[in-house]
């Protein structure tokens, strides 16, 4: 059985940093594409990151994109999404998500798992 457990989310200030993690089980962590996505309220959900089996290749939103770093350890079975100078906007119920698939796809639909989510709340 498949299991993604996402934790780290909460309440920061804006302009402060979470870390957030993504713990893997059934599955073989080091074939598997993984992404962080967000869906805010009202609107559709949103790969923020993505990174490669290896680790080598990572892929950000524009949103992301210097404020976030997506991070994996394969011997832990664990993704980790680093999120610095968080705005309100970046508010969000995050989810981590796995593929087999090659390619650091934007489509949640080439996703094979998710996590349930953890909530991020930037309060301006």
């Known amino acids: 059985q498949v299991q993604l457990v996402e934790s780290g989310g909460g309440l920061v200030q804006a302009g402060g940093s979470l870390r957030l993690s993504c713990a893997a089980s059934g599955l073989t962590f080091n074939k598997c594409v993984m992404g962080w996505f967000r869906q805010m309220p009202e609107k559709e959900r949103e790969l923020i990151a993505a990174i490669s089996s290896s680790g080598v290749s990572r892929a950000y939103a524009e949103s992301a994109k210097g404020r976030f770093t997506i991070s994996r350890d394969n011997a832990k079975n664990t993704v980790y999404l680093q999120m610095n100078s968080l705005k309100a906007e970046d508010t969000a119920v995050y989810y981590c998500?796995?593929?087999?698939?090659?390619?650091?796809?934007?489509?949640?639909?080439?996703?094979?798992?998710w996590g349930q989510g953890t909530q991020v709340i930037v309060s301006a």
């Open positions: 998500a796995s593929k087999t698939s090659p390619g650091l796809s934007g489509r949640g639909a080439n996703y094979d798992y």
